[in-house]
């Protein structure tokens, strides 16, 4: 099969399976025993963490590791909130459920949050943020890129809104680590999630980084593992492939920057210039470089998924972190979309394994399907393609 839905998830590398299988059988120690075993599991831990702050430029004692991007953003909204400085969260109309869910369990106990609109291209204004500043406005968490049309955010200038009012500010990085180079140092961000399976590590693992005198209150308590801010064993053979596809990430982003945006620039010349009725969604320009979201008119979208499932294609209409519920994209709707538009959505998300190769059998198989479905479509008569 072609696989183009890396937004999803990412294929393990190689040498980030290498890096864990000791873990599984020599070095199955207790990172929190002192004997060697214990210890032997605990390098292997703080091996990881450097790996993971040096891919974002940050010191190895701002890294928190969790079970993930869900975690992550969680720790940081409810860390920050639960210190009872304020009572005001803003956000974005179009953040992953990661953050929008909590907020609006938030919401129901008393919190007031503000959901910032974004244009057409899924932009947020930089404006829009000082407007909604109060007094009582704790923490402002803003996505990096966006999981389904890619476009990339102003942090940096959304940091110095937050800062210049005494404000805490989270991004959601979850799409965007290992796509596009992230210096947490020259952002300024107070704390960052990161995602290991969407950088080609194991799922079940991931990272927040939290500012050098940044503090939350934990989620979970116990052993006091992770300096008292995330209790239980660790997952020592996750930890170490999380870093070693970190260290990879780091190694290889040029290279693998550069091979995206040459597959992705293949696949939207080709898709927009010989498939009619098609829009590219997202900023033309502000994207991560692996993702293309496209609106094909007249065309159900998941219809669209199992078509080219079929023809051995493997492709998404958006975020796949709502347990395989479809359900119409907010994203598209907070960019102003109509149900049409929304229902044909496709995103195709390209990574290290793919080739030109399957580009261009993606657009053949692209170009005959949708002619297929468009024979069938309710608004066949609507359009004259």
């Known amino acids: 099969m072609i696989y ?30 002192i004997h060697k075993f214990g210890r032997t599991a605990n390098v292997a831990i703080q091996n990881a963490r450097k790996r993971i702050a040096d891919l974002i430029n940050a010191d190895s004692k701002e890294i928190l590791l969790t079970s993930g991007g869900t ?46 609109p974004v244009d057409r291209y899924g932009l947020v204004n930089v404006d829009d943020v000082r407007k909604e500043i109060s007094q009582d406005t704790c923490l402002i968490t803003i996505m990096f890129a966006n999981n389904e049309v890619g476009t990339i955010q102003p942090i940096k200038e959304i940091v110095g809104v937050a800062h210049d009012n005494n404000i805490v500010f989270h991004t959601d990085a979850v799409q965007a680590t290992g796509k596009v180079p992230i210096d947490v140092k020259e952002l300024g961000v107070d704390l960052l999630s990161i995602s290991s399976h969407k950088i080609n590590g194991p799922k079940g693992v991931g990272a927040l980084y939290l500012r050098k005198g940044i503090t939350i209150s934990p989620l979970i308590r116990g052993g006091g593992q992770e300096n008292g801010l995330r209790s239980g064993t660790e997952n020592v053979a996750s930890i170490a ?49 692996n993702n293309t979201h496209f609106t094909f008119l007249g065309v159900n979208g998941e219809d669209l998924i199992i078509k080219l499932d079929e023809n051995k294609i493997a492709a ?70």
């Open 71 to 116: 975690e992550s953003n969680n720790a940081a909204i409810y860390g920050i909130v639960f210190q009872d400085k304020g009572r005001h969260i803003i956000t974005s109309s179009i953040e992953h459920d990661a953050i929008l869910e909590p907020c609006k369990y938030l919401e129901r106990e008393g919190y007031r949050v503000s959901y910032l």
């Open 316 to 385: 998404s209409t958006g975020s796949a972190c709502s347990v395989r519920v479809q359900k119409a994209s907010h994203v598209l709707r907070a960019m102003g979309f109509s149900h049409e538009q929304i229902t044909g959505s496709l995103r195709l998300t390209v990574g290290t394994t793919n080739t030109e190769e399957e580009i261009d059998e993606t657009v053949e198989v692209l170009k005959k399907v949708v002619q297929e479905l468009r024979t069938v479509s309710p608004y066949k008569n609507k359009y004259n393609f």
């Open 241 to 289: 492939g999380f870093g070693m596809a970190c260290k990879l990430a780091k190694d290889y982003m040029n290279q693998n920057t550069s091979s995206f945006r040459n597959l992705t620039s293949q696949l939207i010349t080709r898709v927009l210039s010989e498939i009619p009725g098609t829009n590219l969604n997202g900023h033309i320009e502000k994207r991560i470089p």
């Open 4 to 33: 183009l839905d890396n937004a999803a998830s990412t294929p393990v590398h190689q040498k980030v399976v290498d890096e864990m299988i000791p873990y599984f059988k020599e070095q199955y120690g207790n990172p929190s025993s």
